[in-house]
Every structure is written in C-alpha cells, then in structure tokens.
C-alpha cells in the first residue's frame, strides 16, 4: 500500500511541477513574470475634462516564448496589443504594438534591475506627429509606475508618470 501511496505521490509532484513549468516565462523573459496580470490606472486629467482609464492585460502566450498585453482605454475608445519576445540574433527583448488608431510601433527594452525596464519604440503612421516613445516601467509591489515621454514635431514631452494597481478589470474593444 505505501509504494502504491508513494508511487501516486510522486505522480502527482511531477505533474505539479510540469503545470508550474508551463506558466513560466522563458529565461529571456523571466523578469516580466510579476508584471502578468490585468492592471488599472486612472489618468490625471484637467478639471472638466472626462476621466481616463486604462485597463492593462499581461500575459503568457505561445509556450513562454512571448508576452502579450492589451489594454484599452475607456472601454475601447483606444486600445492596443503588444508582442514582446526575445530576438536571438539582435540579442535583445523586442516588441510590436499595434493599435485601434491604425498606426503601429517597433521597438526594444532594456532591463535596468529585476523590477524596472525602459521601452524605446520607433513609431509608424502616427497622425498627431510623434515619431517615437520612451517609457520606463517599474514594479512597486503591487503596483506599476509608467512614465512615457514622446517625440513628437522634433521635440521630448515632458514625461507623464501614470501608477497602475492590480485590477479585475476587463480590457474591451468595441
């Protein structure tokens, strides 16, 4: 009875241990692992303006080899989706963004620490001028700080910090 209990037991633990497997990341990626999940910020806005809310979805995708987000805006008034992956021959993380507005960017990431990495994008098709972004990430628990400043007609804005909390949101597109 005891080898037929242990034999059950370590079927298990292997099974346990393969299910864990698979919601890994790649090595590659590893360090996005705590940014999985659906996140929520609400924008600061001017007074009398409409409120702004952005609902961010982070996930595993095609075996680990990859990380998928989508978010939306004001339940879909503008949204995007993003593929980031680990290019071995630029020896680098890389990601496309592609969005409802119709323009697309291309860009790769540099990880400062285990918590905080910086996107540069080159965009494409942008009717409002901007021509490339530069966003820094960093997890502070159980929330995110976003700050994105922008290219745009030749000149940097002026970084916009956003904090994103863990939500139960949903992202939606119309």
Known sequence: MKKYLWILLSCLTLTSNAFADEKKLVKELA???????TWTSVFK???GKPSVVDVSKW???LNGTTVRTLH????GEYGGES?????????????????TAGFYTQGWMEMVD?????????????KDGITQVKST????GNKMEVSTSYFKNGLWTTPESRIY???DKEVKFK
């Open 31 to 37: 360090v996005f692992q705590d940014y999985l999940g």
């Open 45 to 47: 806005v001017q007074d």
């Open 59 to 61: 996930e595993r995708a």
């Open 72 to 75: 939306s805006i004001n339940d």
């Open 83 to 99: 593929l980031i992956f680990f290019d071995k021959t630029k020896d680098k993380i890389v990601f496309y963004y592609f969005t």
């Open 114 to 126: 285990n918590t905080t990495f910086v996107a540069y994008e080159d965009v494409n098709g942008n």
């Open 137 to 140: 990430s960093k997890l502070l």
């Open 165 to 167: 909390t863990r939500s």
